[in-house]
Structures are given as C-alpha cells and as structure tokens.
C-alpha cells in the first residue's frame, strides 16, 4: 500500500536505497493500523542539513567535498547514527541510513532519535592530514545541530574513533568547554566506552546465537561465510570462532578466501591490516564476493555495504542463518525469496544494534563523567539484545509476518507513540 506518495516523488531524496527504505516501512505499516497522517508525519525526514567542505589537499589544492547529517525524528530523544565516509554517499542515502537508526532505536527502546551524517569521500585515497581537516570542517559545518541534547554522531563505513575524537575537540574548542557527550565511539582516553569498539560484532554473534537456538542449531562446528572484513565483519567472526563455529569463508571489497576446514580470524585479521589484500592467507583458496555469498553454510553474515543480495542472486544464498551486520544489504524481492527458503532472517535493526546500544551506553557514561566496567556493559547490552530479539520472534510467530517486518513494527510502533503523545507543535 503506498502510504506516502509525496515521498516517492520527492526528488531530493530519492535513491534505490531511500525506496527500500520506504518499501520497508510501507509494508510493516500496512500490520499496524496507524492513522495514515501520522504515518506520513513519522516517515517524513525531520531535518537535512547538506554542506560544502573546501579543504586544502597534501599537493596544496583546495578540493571541496560534500557533507551531509540526516535527523530523521527525534520523538524518542536527541538524533543518534554513525558518520559514513564513502564514495557513494548522497542525501538519499544519508536519509535511508537515518530513517532505520529512528527505527533501530524504537525496537531497542532507548531514548534517542534517528539520524545519520556522511560525506561523498573516498578515505582509503585520502591522507591522516587530509582526513583530519576535512572531519574538522565538517564538525564546524554541522555544529549548530549537532551536540548532546541534539544529536550523536558516531562511527560507520570509513570512520572510526579517531574521527571521533577529531569531532569531539572541534566542537569543544568551538563550544568552549569539554563536551564529551557530542560523539560516540571515541577512543577509550578520551570518554570512549569500553566495548563499543567490538559491540557491533559482538551484538550480531549475541543474535545469531539466539536464532541458532530457536532452529535447535548448535554453533559448536557451524560452518560460518562473512561477507565485509572490516570493523563488523571482524569482531562477529572473531566472536563466532570463541563461539565455536568455524569462519570457511571471508572477504572484503577485493576479494576473499575459503577453507571448508576454518580460517584462524585474528592472524587473518593482522594479515589484512598489514595487506589489505586477503588472498595469499596462507592455506586458503581465493574466492570471489559473489561466490561468497552462494557458498553452503550453516551462517551467512553480510558486515559490507547495502544493496548486495536482490532478486539476482537470493536464489542462491544456501545457508540457514541470514544475519544482517550491515544496514539495508537486502532488497525486498530478496526477502521474499530467503523467507521461502525457510532462511532464518535476522534484520539489521535487530542484527547490528549492539553498537547503537553501547552508544547509548557511552552517552549516558559521558554525560554523568562515571564509567562503568566491561562486565557492567556486556550484561546490560546482552540483556537488551535478547529483550528486543524475544520481543520480536513473538511477533514474528503471532503475526505470521517475516523477522524484518516484525522488527520494523516494533520500532514503528513506539516511534508513532511517542510522536502521538507528545502531540503537535505549534
Ligand atoms: N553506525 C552504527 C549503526 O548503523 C552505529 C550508530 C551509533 O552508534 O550511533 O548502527
């Protein structure tokens, strides 16, 4: 049912990935019965803010680049979402991303809004210099909507605790005081948490181990291909393997490796820091992303980038856990085919939401300036990853609708709630 049509036509934000988004949303408010103008208010981005950063590059030219920071709703809270630096970064994608962190946090039911910030870059060309200056700028761009009660930048494709810590000091140097709570996911030195570097993994693991009881799968032994190598990619593998599953496939954007007998994730992962090339691991075979995801296993974990199995290749995903450590990697036609393959789907607002979680951890920690310890944060996030998984198979099963939709209810759900009773300004 097109329950927006204004945003279909829009042509600022309109992306393949934005649609998806949409489609998504469409299909889970079709369960819900909301009233079709709250529906439109709650879907309807809140506030997009597009800049221009002219830095002067290492040869002395000045480049300008382009910024973006998505605050999609704030009914529950101040905006929350990452940062991303990547090539194909554009408003409409920046607005897909900051349309599921709004929904992330309403199924993980904490007290922070949807959003999300990027900038069309390609940090693996770019030097630490140029990089630096080019994150200063953009905090500078966006400091009059970014901030503790505002908004919460933290990392995500491309950036990581060292841009965080760059953003942290330029806008206390412009605020004038230590502003530790204007980011997460810094460096531990400087406020960060513990464990939010490793939560995103570990939250997907946490996940996969849940949906492997309700199928009665052991882990010990299961076979395990990891789509993506970076920050998620890694810590999910590295915790499946303590797990006791077995990692026979990796790969990152050039390429992959295979061992139907297991890969040792750490000495791989040094590998990769050292080459970026993961081929040439010793004992391994080269094997391509599209082989990847085709390849027989108990678990298939995509920790890439979006829009990676459609209608084109579904068909030959064969594994029995489908668990979504990136945002958006699966078009809706793909769902359809995965659910009639009876593939257990762990969406990626359910899948990924550790790191958002102990975000929100690190939130709370900085604005409080007391910092609690990694047993502390572990538990209180299991604790919530479990909540929001059980929460959601149960509507799953009552409403005979797939995991994704029952997730995307959730979230909906308590976004148009909050957004109802805080009720219409002026
Ligand atoms: N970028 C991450 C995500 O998509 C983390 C966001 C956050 O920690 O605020 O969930």
Redesign the pocket.
């Known amino acids: 049912m097109n329950f927006v049509p204004e945003q279909r036509t829009n042509p600022e934000y309109f992306t393949p990935l934005y649609q998806l988004a949409l489609n998504q949303f469409e299909k889970a408010v079709d369960h819900l019965k909301l009233p079709p103008d709250v529906t439109e208010w709650i879907i309807t981005p809140g506030r997009s803010m597009m800049v221009s950063l002219p830095i002067r590059m290492d040869d002395k030219t000045v480049k300008t680049f382009y910024g973006y920071r998505v605050q999609h709703n704030m009914a529950l809270g101040p905006g ?3 940062l991303r630096y990547h090539p194909s970064v554009n408003l409409g994608e920046v607005t897909a ?1 900051a349309t599921w ?1 709004t929904w ?1 946090g309403g199924l993980m039911n904490i007290p922070l809004g949807g959003a999300k910030g990027g900038i069309r870059c390609d940090p693996k060309k770019m030097s630490q210099a140029e990089l630096e200056k080019l994150t200063r700028r953009y905090t500078a761009a966006i400091f009059p909507i970014i901030g503790p009660e505002k908004d ?5 494709v491309g950036t990581n605790s060292q841009t965080m810590a760059w953003i942290m000091d330029t806008y206390s140097m412009r605020t004038g005081f230590h502003t530790m709570g204007v980011v ?2 810094k460096p531990e030195i400087m406020g960060g948490s513990l464990g939010r570097m490793e939560a ?1 993994g570990l939250g997907v693991a946490h996940s996969i181990a849940y949906a492997a009881k309700k199928i009665n799968m052991p882990l010990e032994g299961a076979t395990v291909a990891v789509q993506g190598f970076g920050n998620v990619g890694y810590y999910t593998a590295k915790f499946l393997q303590g797990m006791g599953a077995k990692i026979i496939a990796v790969s990152n954007s050039l390429g992959g490796v295979f061992n139907k007998n297991g890969i040792p994730i750490d000495p791989l992962h040094q590998h990769s820091v050292e080459d970026r090339q993961l081929d040439n691991f010793p004992d391994t075979e080269k094997i391509t992303n599209a082989k990847l995801l085709a390849t027989k296993c108990d678990i298939l974990v995509l920790a890439a980038m979006e829009n990676q199995v459609t209608e084109k290749n579904a068909a030959k995903v064969n594994c029995k856990i489908y668990a979504e450590g990136a ?1 958006g990697p699966t078009s809706l036609e793909a769902d359809k085919i995965l659910e009639e393959k009876e593939i257990f789907l762990i969406p990626d607002i359910l899948c ?2 550790g ?2 979680v102990v ?1 929100y951890f690190e939130w709370v920690q900085g604005m409080q300036s007391f910092f609690w310890d990694m047993d502390d944060i572990y538990k209180r996030m299991e604790k919530m990853l479990q909540n929001a998984f059980e929460e959601t198979y149960t509507l799953h099963q009552q409403e005979k609708v797939g995991m994704r939709t029952a997730a995307l209810m959730i979230g909906i759900k308590r976004v148009a709630e909050a957004q109802m009773t805080r009720g219409l300004y002026p």
């Not at 919460?152 to 995500?156: F, N, T």
């Open positions: 929350k979402g990452g991303l962190m992330k919460v930048p933290a990392p995500d997460t996911g995103t945002n990924n939401s790191g958002v975000s």
